[in-house]
């Protein structure tokens, strides 16, 4: 689910790394057909010690007829909460909820904060103080993933004035380098080399594809009806879990065994827990709008499954 998100407020940073907004902004589409209302939560990421989990938060304060809705900014951006639904807090203020992603270490996380990347320090569940570093500034970067080693961070950007570039850079934002040209959310193997992004074909669809860090050969693992997209490797390397048709799917890394896991869900991102057992992704409520986009966990298999953040009112 897509939304777009009309923004009426300047975003200045400020010395804690929050940013400074209006109240809240309304966005109203101006038509009545299509109508698709905004995901609360999307893009979690869970921590390697399986406790928290961080997403971005859009904190939708009313919504009315034909897609019209108003999202409260300073309670908009990066969230982080316990892995059993509690302590729910934000821990860094965006225009845009925010993609973030924890180092392997669970020490840093890296999370783009429109129009840049930016990557800090944390304890418990609160950013360490003169931690928060501006990792890019030219062009649009978004989509952060660490390399197993935590030097690396594969990211999208348009700096070479291209549409969706996959770069890497040092976690230090030094050394850009160019991975490959065209593919979006990439994500890199938690156990080496390969990154698995999302590319859009001629005919309109987008498909699940792995490639290296060096970007020479790449190879198509999904042939979806529909677009298949966030794809994310499994805590071994041996999966791949994606969004399709509003679905999540699983299917081993050479794109053998596609498994439908849980149907109704808001294709904004997904991520597995770090022993490979459960994926947290974000689900659809057309009943009760307020609770649209909520994040949810359910067990590989399908079989179990339980709201981890609440409705916004």
Same mark, same amino acid.
């Given at each position: 689910m897509k939304t777009k998100i009309a923004l009426l407020c300047i975003a200045l940073p400020v010395i804690s790394g929050f940013f400074?907004?209006? *109240?809240?902004?309304?966005?109203?589409?101006?038509?009545?057909? *299509?109508?698709?209302?905004p995901a609360i939560d999307r893009y979690p990421a869970w921590s390697p010690d399986?406790? /928290?989990?961080? @997403?971005?938060?859009?904190?939708v304060t009313d919504i009315g007829e034909e897609g019209a809705y108003q999202f409260d900014h300073d309670r908009t951006g990066l969230w982080i909460v316990n892995a059993d639904g509690t302590g729910a807090r934000l821990l860094l203020k965006a225009r845009y909820p925010s993609q973030g992603e924890w180092s392997h270490d669970g020490k840093r996380i890296a999370a783009s904060v429109f129009p840049d990347i930016w990557a800090f320090e944390i304890s418990g569940n609160l950013i360490e103080l003169g931690s928060l570093k501006q990792l890019t500034s030219k062009g649009k970067n978004f989509s952060p993933s660490w390399s197993p080693d935590g030097i690396w961070i594969a990211y999208n950007t348009t700096a070479a004035g291209r549409l969706h570039d996959i770069n890497r850079m040092r976690w230090d934002g030094k050394d850009k380098r160019l991975i /490959?040209?065209?593919?979006?959310?990439?994500?890199?193997?938690? !156990?080496? *080399? /390969?990154?698995? @992004?999302?590319?859009?074909?001629?005919?309109g669809g987008s498909? !699940?594809?792995?490639?290296? !860090?060096?970007?020479? *050969?790449?190879?198509?693992?999904t042939s979806m009806p529909n677009c298949a997209m966030f794809p994310k490797f499994s805590p071994d390397g041996s999966r791949i879990a994606f969004i399709s048709d509003w679905a999540v799917w699983i299917v081993d890394a050479d794109g053998s065994n596609l498994t439908l896991v849980t149907e109704g869900v !808001?294709?904004?991102?997904?991520a597995w827990s770090p022993d490979g057992t459960y994926i947290v992704f974000s689900k659809e409520d057309t009943e009760n709008l307020y609770n649209n986009g909520t994040l949810w966990i359910t067990d590989v298999r399908g079989s179990s499954l339980r709201q981890l953040t609440l409705p916004t009112r």
């Open positions: 400074a907004c209006s *109240d809240s902004t309304i966005y109203d589409p101006g038509y009545s057909l *299509d109508i698709v209302y399986g406790s /928290r989990i961080i @997403f971005g938060h859009l904190h /490959r040209i065209g593919g979006i959310y990439p994500h890199w193997s938690p !156990v080496d *080399d /390969r990154i698995t @992004f999302e590319w859009w074909q001629t005919h498909e !699940v594809y792995i490639t290296y !860090v060096e970007g020479l *050969d790449y190879t198509q693992i !808001v294709g904004e991102g997904l």
